[in-house]
C-alpha cells in the first residue's frame, strides 16, 4: 500500500523557515521523481519543487532561492526547507509521487 506522509507544517512569521518533511512507502522511492506541491485557500493546486533521483530539481512559482528541496533516497524521505516565508506562501503543501498523494500539510505564515 502506497503511502506518503507529510510532516513539518505549522504557523510562522513572515521572514521565518519551515522544514517539511515527506515519508513514503510502499513504492519504489528511487526511480521516480517527487515533488511538493502546493494549494491556498479557493486557489489550484500548483508545483513547488520536483526532484529527479537524480538530484535534478524543478522550481515553479517564486520559491527558487528561498525553498529547496532534497531527497533521502534511503530513508525513502523529501525534504522542502522553506526561508524566507511570506504570507503568500501560505497553503496546505502536498507531497507527489507519481499519481500518489500525501494528505497535505497546513503551513501558515503571518504577517
Known amino acids: 500500500q502506497v503511502q506518503l506522509v507529510e510532516s513539518g507544517g505549522g504557523l510562522v512569521h513572515t521572514g521565518g523557515s519551515l522544514r517539511l518533511s515527506c515519508a513514503a512507502s510502499g513504492i519504489n522511492f528511487s526511480d521516480y521523481d517527487i515533488g511538493w506541491y502546493r494549494q491556498a485557500p479557493g486557489q489550484k493546486r500548483d508545483l513547488v519543487v520536483r526532484i529527479t533521483p537524480g538530484g535534478r530539481t524543478n522550481y515553479g512559482g517564486s520559491v527558487a532561492g528561498r525553498f529547496s528541496i532534497s531527497r533521502d533516497n534511503i530513508k525513502n524521505i523529501v525534504y522542502l526547507q522553506m526561508n524566507s516565508l511570506k504570507p503568500e506562501d501560505t497553503a496546505v503543501y502536498y507531497c507527489?509521487?507519481?499519481?500518489?498523494w500525501g494528505q497535505g500539510t497546513q503551513v501558515t505564515v503571518s504577517s
Open positions: 507527489a509521487y507519481r499519481e500518489f
